[in-house]
């Protein structure tokens, strides 16, 4: 957490907007066929034959969306591309090309910049995706990043949310709750740093919660699974807000009621004793924490043997009838209406 206050520094104002976004960009090479113009002309030109295509558009904000206090520029671009190629991937598509702009105060000098587009250049390179376009301008109030994602899909395979049909099963990726009591050991270590600057924290026995939270991973390699197990998704969206509030946009969408059953949710040993080291019920955490993003997603009940066993996958609940609303199961067997208390931008 202590940085180094001899780096040599190089201004922005040397290059100049369209220097900097050559220089910044020069390195990206084009891997998608379906990319015919990147970065370089007005506009990218892409060719997805006859496919479908798919596009989304998140905005990060500092001191909103991330913290610059403990979040590593290189691990904040691989972030900021990981939140957009996973809304790609809740649609059951394949993410091919993205777009990113920044605004940056003057506080930020070229070899900033270069850190951040290193971890775009890491999460690129692993994604199989091409950077295509973007822009840069300056900012008054820090850092702000947007990133769209493009992606194609045959169009019977594309999930929506609004899919699901009554006694579907209830399936998630991965265990949830990490991102966010990741983000409380960071949070705590940043306040232990203000009263003691020399102090370094011991963030060994956090590893994977923490890592959870400054560089997730968009399950690109669920939705392979599902193709090869030969699984379709009746509805699927992404964790990104916390599984309460997606689970309501499925049971909305599909205009459908679903029961969550509180002892099928997947924790990681790990995130259970920082839960309980932080006095905070797991169950809430993984209901309301957010920015797991894990693939929550429906199936017809036939699919279940092909998914039955499977180390990736948790069946955690079940659709119901028209309208019958969201519950939670609890351990008790009490049934208690799910709330959204995840995460809301505007509070």
């Not at 587009?117 to 390179?125: D, I, N, P």
């Not at 997606?246 to 049971?251: D, F, G």
């Not at 998914?307 to 609940?317: C, E, R, S």
Request: aromatic letters at 6%.
């Amino acid at each position: 957490m202590l940085e180094d206050k001899e780096q040599e520094r190089t201004s922005l104002e040397k290059l100049g907007e369209f220097g900097l976004i050559e220089h910044l960009t020069k390195d990206f090479k084009i891997e998608q066929k379906s990319t015919l113009k990147g970065i370089g002309d007005d506009a990218a030109v892409l060719d997805f034959e006859n496919k479908k295509t798919v596009i989304s558009t998140d905005l990060l904000i500092e001191g909103v969306h991330f913290d610059l206090a403990y979040m590593p520029l290189k691990h904040l671009g691989y972030k900021s591309i990981m939140v957009n190629l996973s809304d790609i991937y809740a649609m059951n598509a394949t993410a091919t090309q993205v777009t990113i702009s920044i605004a940056v105060s003057n506080r930020f000098p070229l070899e900033a910049l270069e850190e951040f587009y290193a971890g775009v250049a890491t999460a690129c390179k692993a994604y199989n995706v091409d950077l295509v376009g973007g822009d840069t301008t300056s900012s008054k109030t820090g850092l702000m990043i947007s990133v769209t994602a493009i992606g194609i899909a045959n169009e019977e395979d594309i999930a929506y949310r609004s899919g699901a049909q009554p006694n579907d099963l209830l399936v998630i990726s991965g265990d949830l709750g990490a991102a966010y009591i990741g983000l409380q050991v960071l949070e705590r270590e940043k306040e232990v740093f203000k009263v003691n600057p020399n102090s370094q924290p011991d963030l060994e026995p956090y590893s994977y919660i923490v890592e959870r939270q400054l560089k997730p991973e968009a399950r690109k390699d669920i939705t392979e699974l599902l193709k090869k197990l030969d699984v379709h998704p009746t509805s699927m969206i992404d964790i990104s807000d916390g599984l309460s509030s997606e689970i309501l946009h499925l049971s909305k969408s599909s205009g459908l009621g679903i029961d969550l059953y509180e002892d099928k949710i997947p924790l990681d040993p790990t995130v259970i004793s920082a839960c309980e080291e932080f006095k905070i019920d797991s169950t809430l955490v993984a209901l309301s924490g957010g920015e797991d993003y894990e693939l929550l997603f429906t199936i017809d009940q036939k699919e279940f043997s092909k998914i039955k066993g499977n180390p990736n996958l948790t069946v955690i609940g079940h659709t119901t009838g028209k309208d019958e609303g969201a519950f939670l199961i609890s351990r008790s067997n009490t049934k208690i209406p799910l709330t959204a208390q995840g995460w809301n931008s505007f509070e």
